[in-house]
């Protein structure tokens, strides 16, 4: 619901959907006046070269570059130990006597109870 506007009259999806444009548009806005605000260029040096940005730009490749590698870092160190565990815990189903088939059909789990 966006701030009451949705209340009752619009399927839920249609109201999500919604408050997320207002929410991408708002945080443009901001990022349109934090760049504006520090327009001053700095010079970042690198050993092989130097590269002059403004200052909003610069802190905004800054939090991308964060952001990608923490996300790098979440996933290796998370999905292949998950991948690990679901296929020992395949294996382990599969060697049950009277086991059901690993391979999902498809059905939720009230179908197949």
Do not use: H
Not at 12 to 33: H, K, N, Q, S
Not at 35 to 40: I, K, P, R, T, V
Not at 57 to 77: N, P, R, S, T
């Amino acid at each position: 619901m966006v701030f009451g506007v949705c209340q009752g009259r619009a399927p839920d999806g249609v109201c999500m959907r919604l408050g997320l444009i207002l929410l991408g548009l708002l945080f443009a806005a901001f990022g349109a006046v934090f760049g504006a605000l520090n327009s001053e260029g700095v010079t970042l040096d690198f050993y092989f070269g130097t590269v002059q940005l403004a200052k909003g730009a610069a802190l905004l490749c800054a939090l991308l570059l964060g952001w990608f590698v923490g996300g790098i870092a979440v996933y290796l160190g998370l999905v292949p130990r998950l991948r690990r565990r679901i296929r020992g815990l395949t294996r382990e189903l599969q060697q049950r006597p009277n086991a059901p088939p690993a391979a999902d059909s498809g059905g939720s789990a009230s179908d197949r109870a």
